[in-house]
């Protein structure tokens, strides 16, 4: 269903990884602004709520003057 809401230019790559490897975990992070987790949905759940965790620190109401 994700992917047919895409569009067909997008690429996608396919991986096997451990579940719960940090260092995957860290790497998704690092291409967070530029990728989309499709599956497993764990891991796109989680991408998820920590880039909304992230868009808290730059709402309007949390600027400094």
């Known amino acids: 269903h ?3 809401q ?3 230019s997008d690429r996608y790559f396919r991986a096997y990884v451990r ?3 940090t260092n995957f975990t860290m790497r ?3 291409w967070r602004p530029n990728g989309e987790v499709i599956a497993p949905l764990a891991y796109r759940e989680q ?3 920590e880039a909304q965790a992230e868009l808290q620190f730059y709402r309007p109401e949390f ?3």
Do not use: E
């Open 2 to 4: 994700i992917l047919r």
């Open 6 to 8: 895409r569009p067909a």
């Open 28 to 30: 998704l992070r690092d």
């Open 19 to 21: 579940v719960g490897d």
């Open 47 to 49: 991408m998820a709520q």
């Open 63 to 65: 600027v400094l003057s």
